[in-house]
């Protein structure tokens, strides 16, 4: 078992959980390279497979992939750097967090910390960190626990949660997103009870919605820099979420928003995506004011073929400046009970701050060209492959 070093790390990680599917997709091919698929569907392989040890009792998942390298085609080369994985729930054998080479061997194994979400690399007082998310899942998705940072010698050197007092107690750290600023703060997202008149919705007047929050923490002092609160800016009726029968009490708040993404950029304002309103909006970093939004019932951007998204994650700026972007999103395009489209897809896309049009650069399909029900991530490389993440 070698213990690497972070000096190798160039990363790759999969984050929001479960990566049981992976889709190594390459700018230029994009077939499939599945290679055991047939033994994985038809449980063959036993429900999860699993890696073992002689050496350690680790556990970690048995990838399904071969490396769709083919240089003398012209086919471009993998990126570099290890896979950031942190699968959970019933299908592993072992939950948490690990870190795999190309070849899919275990490089070092992280399920000391339990279930384990929101896993890669930052950089902190400049030098590569882990950030990893641990705590408890509640049925309705969302998280309270703990982000910690482990250094190049997985030491912990810092625990923090969110620092706010909610409707009916504390609010902790949700599970979706934990980055560090280039101010080497944190951003967490948190989910948290409230009373909410649903009225609009046909809901109780007296109500309880579980509304969304972000929050940029300074860690050495736990000082909350900024404080964003979904229900003091983005009214409940700009959303999709089907209200059903909830949000007459607390156990049953209804997740109007749903936060799952926040990215902050060097103009100081944030980014930030909201599954449940099939939107991305950009926020001021003072003000907290939504400074546009793009996707859902209200975009201010005219959106152009092939780039409408819905119950979406994972929101990144590639390249920002004041008249033009490029951006990635994971559009899952359904939930569970609920489709918009065929399949889900990885998005590329350019949006023109000019005449704010939103354009689609690229489009990643899934190998199996299924729904992602929850959670999938996109990240461009720095050889401008993509590696997208999908359940
Ligand atoms: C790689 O590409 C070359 C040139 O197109 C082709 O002749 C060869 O069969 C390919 N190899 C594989 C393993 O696909
Ligand atoms: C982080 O702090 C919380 C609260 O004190 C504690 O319960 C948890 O065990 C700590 N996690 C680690 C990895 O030290
Ligand atoms: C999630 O569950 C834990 C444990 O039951 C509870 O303390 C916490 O308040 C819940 N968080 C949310 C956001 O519902
Ligand atoms: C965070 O707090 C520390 C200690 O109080 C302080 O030195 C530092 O300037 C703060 N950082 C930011 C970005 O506010
Ligand atoms: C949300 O919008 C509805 C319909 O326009 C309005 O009646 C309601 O007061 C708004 N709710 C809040 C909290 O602003
Ligand atoms: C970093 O902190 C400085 C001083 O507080 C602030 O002006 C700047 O916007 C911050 N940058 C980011 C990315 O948070
Ligand atoms: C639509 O979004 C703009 C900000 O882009 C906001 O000012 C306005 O209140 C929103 N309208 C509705 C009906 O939600
Ligand atoms: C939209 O894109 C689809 C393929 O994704 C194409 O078939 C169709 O012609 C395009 N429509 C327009 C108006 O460009
Ligand atoms: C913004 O980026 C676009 C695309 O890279 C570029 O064409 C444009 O010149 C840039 N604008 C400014 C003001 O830097
Ligand atoms: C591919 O999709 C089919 C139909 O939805 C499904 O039955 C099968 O399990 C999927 N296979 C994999 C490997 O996801």
Request: charged share 10%; net charge negative; glycine share 10%.
């Amino acid at each position: 078992m070698s213990v690497s070093s972070f000096t190798r790390f160039f990363c790759s990680s999969v984050s929001f959980g479960v990566a049981l599917c992976l889709s190594l997709l390459l700018t230029v091919r994009g077939d499939s390279v599945l290679f055991r698929s047939n033994e994985y569907s038809t449980g063959a392989l036993g429900f999860g497979p699993y890696q073992s040890f002689f050496s350690a009792d680790f556990t970690p998942a048995e990838w399904n992939f071969v490396v769709p390298v083919n240089e003398s085609a012209g086919a471009p080369s993998l990126s570099s750097g290890y896979i950031f994985s942190a699968p959970r729930g019933a299908s592993v054998v072992q939950q948490g967090a690990a870190i795999y080479d190309q070849a899919g061997s275990l490089v070092w194994d992280g399920s000391v910390y339990g279930q384990t979400l929101a896993f890669s690399v930052v950089t902190y007082l400049g030098e590569p960190h882990i950030i990893l998310w641990t705590g408890t899942a509640n049925a309705s998705g969302v998280g309270s626990g703990y982000n910690i940072l482990l250094d190049s010698s997985y030491e912990v050197v810092a625990n923090f949660t969110v620092n706010l007092e909610g409707p009916t107690g504390p609010t902790l750290a949700d599970f979706h997103e934990a980055q560090i600023t280039t101010n080497n703060t944190a951003l967490m997202t948190a989910y948290q009870a409230s009373p909410y008149d649903l009225s609009p919705l046909d809901g109780p007047t007296d109500g309880w919605i579980l509304d969304s929050v972000m929050q940029e923490l300074n860690i050495t002092s736990n000082e909350p820099i900024f404080t964003w609160i979904a229900s003091e800016h983005v009214n409940a009726t700009e959303c999709y979420n089907t209200f059903g029968t909830g949000g007459g009490s607390v156990a049953e708040a209804f997740d109007y928003f749903h936060i799952n993404s926040i990215e902050k950029d060097s103009y100081g304002n944030y980014l930030i995506s909201s599954r449940h309103c099939w939107a991305v909006y950009y926020l001021d970093g003072t003000s907290g004011d939504v400074i546009w939004s793009m996707g859902g019932k209200n975009s201010s951007f005219t959106m152009g073929n092939g780039t409408s998204f819905s119950w979406q994650h994972h929101a990144r700026w590639v390249d920002l400046n004041e008249t033009y972007a490029t951006m990635t999103l994971f559009d899952n395009a359904g939930e569970f009970g609920q489709q918009q489209e065929s399949m889900s897809r990885g998005l590329y896309l350019g949006v023109d701050f000019t005449n704010m049009n939103v354009e689609l650069l690229m489009e990643f399909v899934p190998h199996n060209a299924s729904i992602s029900q929850s959670q999938g991530s996109v990240q461009i490389q720095p050889n401008g492959n993509f590696l997208v993440g999908c359940v």
